[in-house]
């Protein structure tokens, strides 16, 4: 039987597949037929197309504008250059820098992302312009994969996995591998490219002639080099295609050690890199819908549980240094400027999303959100559009982003792609109706339905939610609409008249009834300051509004231009910290709830004040700051009672 999440989540510590897409095509599923059409059926609930979905006026719309600028104002002839070298073609472009450069082992990595992004923000948005720029780009590779003759296709030579093979030195060829077909993949599914699968196709065929040679001890010691989503990607594909052949291979790159003790229940998680793990995870639980091996199942539940309950900070992120280095739950000496790297973050909203899809279990909803809020919203700079690799959560500390064309970090990809989508995980649906699980200004066209549904809010900075229902004609719905476990008091009103009662915190409003023309629903979600201790001391605290994690302003204090940015990097290093952090001050208060010592300022609904400190302090979203040092975490001391009368 199916197990169901624990009653005790990641939110008692205070509270989703390639992107939009499921790699279920209709053509796909008719061609399956019999039990193998069964195992789409293993999903509970769906995401709309991305195409579905619009965003409206508000702030996820200006990022994902900003990200669009930035995608454009790269030039594919040299996102193309060291692919053109490897192939024996002319190219006379300048050769990017970081780690796209021409002496970088993950070279080309970034490009198998820019395609991604261009057909996610393509389908998000309708633009022919970025879709264009994704389609040339794949044509342009298959160019170079002719060129080669042998499938194979990368900015580096062959002679990368041919090192990999014998067990000598390599950085990753495989996860590089896996985000070219991925981005082909994509540029298919999405921009309806036929001639990028046809270039996916010959890689894969390249793949299975390379792994084919190797017995199970060799291909397990190849598996010790991240790989990537290698297995998530063949069993897409083996959805797509309805080749049993592409799913035969993903189940050569389940990665058995890492599966087996999930699968049990256990979390040996320790010391193991984390952005290596996950996507390892995610292929597993595709690997679940189309096989239907529980085991599969089993370890990607386990892994969620054990990394949300016990892993992850008041953010939803995880890792420190990349690597999870303690013990489950042992967390307060894990801050440094290298917590939560964004590709984790990246990671683990997929990750959610699947799980999401066969249980609608609202409380991965709520972790969705926290991670959006608090580790996508604000790793992004609104300036240029570079993306930030590391979000730091020791206090004193900025967000340190790189330089444009001199980084292409793993997280210059993975948020390239997460602020082309912002819309992919709004709206879910079953044959019932609409799931509303992000409140984000949107509409959306449920065509087959002849409904369209367009979300008005201003949240987080107003409470209130408006939905409003078009249909042509009236019919029966059921719209759910997620009440969040950090709200309470919450209320809602139908066509302006007081319904008797929201559900509680953590479990969806749903309202079964015949929808009419014009119908609007009004919820209010009051939002309350909340506080996120660390769970293995108490009195390391952050503070949270709602879902959005609020940090302190600690000024820019020795920071200058030089010192904002990381400058331009070596091949194999991360960002390095040119100034040490400052420190926060404590807190001394008489109650630990934050509520009593911090206070709304007039005027700005997500700012507040510190009172009765001997350090005044601001605190506003985290997402919010940029060139300033902040704090997260606060030492929070209670003061001792005075005794009656004294």
Known sequence: MPRRFPRRTFLSMTGLSAAATTYWSRAALAALGGREADQA????????????????????????????RYLMGLDTDRLLHMF???????????PLGGWEAPDNELRGHFSGHYLSACALLAAQTGDAAIRGRGTHLASELARCQAAIGTGYLSAFP???????????????????????????????????????????????????????PLGGAEMARVLEREYGGMNELLYNLAAVT??????????????????????????????????????????????YELTGDAELRHAAETFWQTVTQHRAYCTGGTSNGESWNAPPAMLAHELSGYTEESCVTYNMQKLTRLLYGWSADPRLGDYYERTLYNGIFGVQHPADG????????????????????????????????????????????????????????????????GLRLVLDTRFPEEDALRLTVHTARPQRMVLRVRVPQWTAGGSALLNGVALPKLAAPGRYFALDRRWRDGDVLTVRLPMHLHGAPMPDDPSLRAVMYGPLVLAGRLGRAGLDAAHLRAGPTR??????????????????????????????????????????????????????????????????RERAAQPAGG
């Open 158 to 212: 062959v002679d990368l996995f041919d090192r990999l093979r014998a067990g000598q030195p390599a950085w990753a060829p495989f996860y590089t591998l896996h985000k070219i077909m991925a981005g082909l993949l994509d540029t298919y599914s999405l921009s309806g490219d036929a001639q990028a699968l046809d270039t996916l196709l010959g890689m894969a065929r390249w793949t299975e002639r390379w792994a084919q």
């Open 571 to 636: 091949p194999r290093r991360v960002p390095e910290y040119p100034l040490p952090p400052v420190s926060a001050p404590a807190i001394t208060t008489a109650a630990l709830d934050p509520a009593s010592w911090l206070e709304p300022l007039a005027g700005r609904p997500l700012a507040f004040r510190t009172r009765g400190q001997a350090q005044p302090l601001t605190l506003e979203p985290l997402n919010g700051i940029f060139d300033e040092r902040y704090a997260v975490y606060f030492r929070v």
């Open 386 to 449: 570079d993306k930030l690799y590391y979000l730091p959560l020791e206090s004193g500390y900025w967000k340190l982003f790189g330089t444009p064309l001199h980084d292409f970090w793993c997280c210059t990809g993975s948020m390239a792609e997460s602020f082309a989508k912002l819309g992919d995980s709004i709206y879910f649906h079953d044959r019932a109706g609409v799931y509303v699980n992000l409140f984000i200004p949107s509409e959306l066209d449920w065509t087959e339905r």
């Open 84 to 94: 053109r070298i490897t192939a024996g073609l002319p190219s006379t472009a300048q």
């Open 242 to 287: 309805s080749d049993r052949r592409w799913r035969q291979l993903a189940q050569r790159f389940d990665r058995q050690r890492i599966l087996a003790p999930l699968a049990a229940g256990r979390d040996e998680l320790q010391g193991l890199h984390a952005n290596t793990t996950i996507p390892q995870i995610i292929g597993a639980a595709r690997g």
């Open 41 to 68: 059926e293993r999903v509970r609930v769906r995401p709309f197309a991305l195409s579905a979905v619009r965003l409206r006026a508000g702030a996820a719309l200006e990022a994902l504008e900003v990200n669009r």
